[in-house]
């Protein structure tokens, strides 16, 4: 029925082009070789599995959200009860300050992007150990174990942008200012999200083959995120940064991209253009040399699993 | 055209060394894991090495070998789960690999949900796989239980749920290790019926089995495969039996029952209870003559050799049958000794067997004993049917049962009259 909707509205393979996939799998000659497979091989490859790739990333969302009681209180109360000691820390005690928006908001915003790196990068890193029990028995291109754990990053951001939302609308009641910027500048917080997935899967490719062997990745992993963290301007505005430190946000490619969330949702801070563009080069450095390193590695660090 | 071409297939692992040089190994190293931990002392093993061979569709290729020897490996490098480290492998179409006693479920997920995973990883759309769903779980023979999920299955039901989705994947190309190991009779069976109908249709099978009934039932091709290396391929009757003889030759040390199994003139290399053909048999059909067949490695020359067989059932020694003749042996290296178990002369029970050898040598007067208690435990099993009259009524379970000469006349006297 789902499938005759599916192909009523055009959405989703014809039955023709089902039956010619079909054929293809059973007349595709395939070779195993000990030399690694062309980059384009490879592409064509995930493009094949891409069923499977589809399956994994659902159920990762699932495995993610489902069995707990409480259910939608743990999404909220979860990244909230951080944020709100934060809050309490740096804007009311230390008096960080926030650009003209409430320290809560501010502090919202910028953990949010934050956040879903923090998480993706876990989350792939874990990837291939988590997939174990599979990859030991049946083929399928590794690489879809990472990409696919990225997925749940998209729910985590639909949670953090509702309760994004949602403090604003209270702060609208109480202080009579709506902070949330309605318009095209929202895209520019859309898009930070996706390029912090992007990077957050860039550098998972070396973490996820690496902790494989040396456990100490796993372990150091979150240490690293937190100094990380405070390296980004998640708990202070990027202008409070002295010159002579502002190179490092040329350095740290989750430095513009948080800030360019916080433009886009809030409307505050500066567009960092120059930074960012140093940010995609390096995230798309670390990318593709990634993408070398899981391919070289993949068989040898598979043995050791 | 073949579906399967396998060139110089070869696997190496690296076995961890004492660690000493792991050391020296730099940083570097340690992080290019394609070059190896740069540990020294670590051994090269090479699970397989130099396989080749080609199948056309249609084959079911039997794989036998000992533990160990590769069999496994080879299954593994062609399901793609490891990655050879010599040779290359062409094939044509889908691969289902049913590796271990399992496919690739995920045990925390219902089993619907697994089908659904397993045929998206073969490129086959969800619809399909659910329109499948019926006959998959009628085949397996669990569909009450497809919403539990797998870890709660029995093992058997596992592998049979694991069975019937690989098969109904219409793959071209199955890989079966011990897919018989778990499972009753009716369900290997069942199994083994459908792969080769399967097979009938162009399906080629890599079947994994230590079960030599099975491979020469089922396969039409065998391959015999030693301390990964290919010994023989060829028709499965031929495979089976060498590998059988082969199996004899092999020092099993491992056996370790009490007794002097070597001395120093000789050892017993392995006792074996062996069919009139020389096959090798677990149990002995009374109506047929059997042997129990020791082989000795002589390590000097000039030896003399007398050998008894004990045979012991519940508890008792039945008999010690002492070999009349003394033999003697002349250069070293191994030598079979048969002794016959005749026709007829035991019955339905389970026979334990102690052989023992008297060693002597032409200049010295002591003699050397050899001795392997218990060496062989084996069943005793009646062949006639056994709704026979004879079989059920007139004969009584008793330690033997021999089967006495009858014979009635009349007596001279008698017959004098007549």
Redesign the interface.
């Known amino acids: 029925m789902q499938?005759a909707f599916r192909r009523l509205l055009g959405w989703g393979?014809s039955a023709a082009a089902?039956e010619a996939?079909?054929r293809n799998?059973?007349?595709?000659?395939?070779?195993?070789?000990?030399s690694r497979m062309g980059f384009f091989a490879r592409v064509e490859e995930v493009w094949?599995?891409r069923?499977?790739l589809?399956?994994f990333a659902i159920?990762r969302v699932k495995d993610r959200y489902e069995g707990t009681t409480l259910g939608p209180f743990w999404l909220f109360a979860r990244p909230l009860m951080p944020i709100a000691i934060s809050t309490l820390v740096f804007g009311q005690l230390l008096n960080v300050p926030s650009e003209n928006v409430p320290y809560f908001l501010f502090f919202l915003a910028g953990s949010s992007c934050w956040r879903i790196f923090e998480r993706s990068m876990l989350w792939v890193t874990q990837s291939l150990e988590a997939a174990k029990?599979?990859?030991?028995?049946?083929?399928?291109p590794r690489i879809i174990a990472p990409i696919a754990s990225v997925a749940p990053a998209i729910t985590e951001f639909a949670i953090l942008f509702t309760l994004l939302v949602l403090s604003c609308v209270v702060y609208w009641i109480k202080d009579g200012v709506f902070y949330l910027r309605l318009g095209v500048g929202m895209l520019a917080g859309v898009a930070a999200v996706l390029l912090t997935c992007f990077f957050a899967l860039a550098v998972g490719l070396w973490t996820s083959?690496?902790q494989v062997?040396?456990k100490d990745v796993r372990y150091s992993i979150r240490y690293v995120s937190q100094f990380w963290n405070y390296a980004t301007p998640v708990i202070y505005p990027m202008s409070k940064i002295p010159a002579k430190y502002h190179i490092l946000m040329y350095l740290n490619p989750m430095a513009p991209l948080v800030e360019m969330y916080k433009w886009g949702m809030l409307g505050i801070g500066q567009f960092p253009a120059k930074e960012l563009a140093s940010g995609l080069v390096i995230s798309a450095i670390v990318f593709a040399a990634g993408l070398v390193y899981f391919n070289?590695?993949e068989?040898?660090?598979?043995?050791?699993l | 055209m073949d579906s399967l071409v396998v060139e110089n297939l070869g696997k190496c692992?690296i076995l961890p060394g004492t660690g000493q040089d792991k050391q020296t190994s730099t940083f570097r190293q340690?992080?290019?894991?394609?070059r190896g931990d740069g540990d020294e002392s670590a051994r090269e093993f090479w699970a397989l090495r130099d396989v080749s061979f080609r199948l056309e569709p249609g084959t079911i290729l039997g794989i036998i070998g000992a533990n160990g020897a590769g069999k496994t490996t080879l299954l593994k490098?062609?399901?793609?789960?490891?990655?050879?480290?010599?040779?290359?492998?062409?094939?044509?179409?889908?691969?289902v690999?049913l590796?271990?006693l399992?496919?690739?479920?995920?045990?925390d997920?219902p089993a619907d949900e697994n089908v659904?995973?397993?045929?998206?990883?073969?490129?086959?759309?969800?619809?399909?796989a659910l329109r499948r769903l019926p006959d998959i779980f009628e085949f397996a023979g669990v569909e009450r239980f497809e919403g539990t999920p797998v870890k709660h299955y029995s093992s058997g039901m596992y592998l049979r749920l694991a069975f019937s989705v690989a098969i109904n994947m219409?793959p071209?190309i199955l890989l079966a290790d011990e897919i018989l190991a778990v499972g009753d009779q009716a369900f290997q069976e069942k199994c083994l019926q459908r792969i080769a109908e399967a097979a009938a249709t162009g399906l080629t099978v890599l079947f994994v089995s230590h079960d030599m009934e099975a491979i020469m039932r089922l396969c039409n091709r065998a391959m015999w495969i030693n301390a990964g290396q290919i010994v023989k391929t060829g028709e499965p009757e031929a495979v089976v039996d060498e590998y059988q003889n082969a199996v004899w030759s092999q020092a099993d040390a491992s056996r370790s029952e009490k007794g002097r199994r070597a001395n120093r003139f000789a050892e017993v290399v392995a006792i074996r209870l062996v069919s009139a053909a020389g096959r090798d048999i677990g149990g002995a059909p009374i109506s047929e003559d059997v042997f129990v067949k020791t082989r000795l490695n002589i390590l000097k020359t000039h030896c003399k050799v007398r050998c008894a067989l004990d045979v012991n059932t519940r508890g008792h020694l039945l008999f010690r049958s002492t070999d009349t003749d003394v033999h003697r042996l002349g250069d070293p290296g191994v030598y079979e000794i048969l002794a016959k178990i005749p026709a007829n002369l035991l019955a339905e029970s389970l026979y334990t067997v102690t052989v023992s050898c008297i060693m002597t040598r032409h200049d010295e007067p002591q003699e050397f004993p050899l001795v392997a208690y218990n060496a062989l435990t084996f069943i005793a099993f009646s062949t006639e049917d056994a709704a026979a009259p004879i079989a059920g009524r007139l004969q009584k379970p008793g330690l033997i049962a021999p089967k006495l000469e009858w014979t009635v006349r009349a007596e001279e006297a008698n017959a004098a009259r007549v």
């Open positions: 499938l393979p089902e996939e079909e799998w059973r007349r595709h000659k395939w070779v195993i070789e000990p094949r599995y069923r499977i589809w399956f159920q029990g599979l990859i030991k028995k049946v083929y399928f083959v690496l062997r040396h070289r590695s068989a040898a660090s598979v043995d050791k | 692992y340690r992080l290019q894991p394609w490098i062609l399901a793609r789960v490891i990655m050879p480290t010599t040779g290359r492998v062409v094939g044509v179409g889908r691969v690999s590796l271990e399992g496919a690739g479920f995920d045990p997920l659904v995973m397993n045929a998206a990883m073969l490129g086959i759309p969800k619809h399909e219409n071209q």
